[in-house]
């Protein structure tokens, strides 16, 4: 069944099919609609946003039908979605309905098909059976998309391998402990690996909020080597007792960052840098069981 049968289905259930009397429940969202009928569709639609923004659900439902309307003269899918949105999560079903297919579609914003599945498993769960099998079917959508995104060989740039690859062989020259006897000589091996790491660990999160996938994930991978490097040299100076046992949680509280690295650069494993992925991920896989 097409959503948009769907939503015909859930108007009908409520009694009149995209009839803005369906939209205009409260009192100021019957003004507006008054004005509507009347012809006044700026005036209307101005009421009814102002309304909206104020927080009356019934109000941002009533805006957004009036937006969406074509061959009205403040037709705007944009505006219409975010009213929508709001008024959705206000319980308001029929919203939720339109939302879902505006999201399916990428009206008034980007496709958002697990977005649109949330509401569309609602609406089956809220009453409306005939939302089940939409439900399904984006399900399965949404799936195989996830499973594209898996399977998709990320190709990073020739800069940005040989940064990564400098980067680790950087660390393991910087970070390692391995001629470290005495308290002055750790001292000395913990100031080389601070410069190295620098401002990597922070770099993820200045990244601006558009910012790419494949750019937050080289930035985390960055980052996560930076962590576990770190966490494998606090944990070697520990064992040889160059740090005090009031340091025991060093090695820890940098897996920890490289915890939250790691949630981010799986789209690495299938990438011309999946080598560099997969030693970090076995290393920290080692690290973190130490601390689990």
Known sequence: MRLQRLIALIFIAAGSLFSPSAWAQTSIAQEANTELQSGNLETAASMAGKACNAGDVDSCALSGMILLQPNYPVFNEVIARTHLWKACNGDHDQSCAVLADMMLKGKGGPVDKPGALKRIKALCENGHPQACPVAEKVAKEVAADEEAARNRVVNLRPKT????????????????????????????????????????????????????????????????????????????????????????????????????????????????????????????????????
């Open 161 to 292: 391998v040989t940064f990564l690859e400098g980067l680790e062989k950087n660390l393991r020259k910087n970070c390692s402990a391995a001629d470290v006897a005495t308290k002055r000589q750790g001292a000395a091996v913990m100031l080389t690996c601070s410069k190295t790491v620098g401002d990597l660990t922070q770099a993820p999160y200045r990244l601006p909020k558009e910012a790419s996938d494949k750019k937050k994930a080289v930035a985390h991978q960055a980052a996560g080597m930076a962590n576990v490097a770190r966490a494998e040299l606090y944990q070697s100076l520990l064992d040889k007792g160059i740090l005090g046992q009031d340091k025991s949680s060093m090695p820890c509280n940098s897996m920890q960052s490289a915890r939250a690295n790691m949630y981010f650069v799986d789209i690495l494993e299938r990438s011309n840098v999946s080598e560099i992925y997969g030693r970090l991920k076995a290393r920290y896989e080692t690290e973190k069981a130490k601390c689990d």
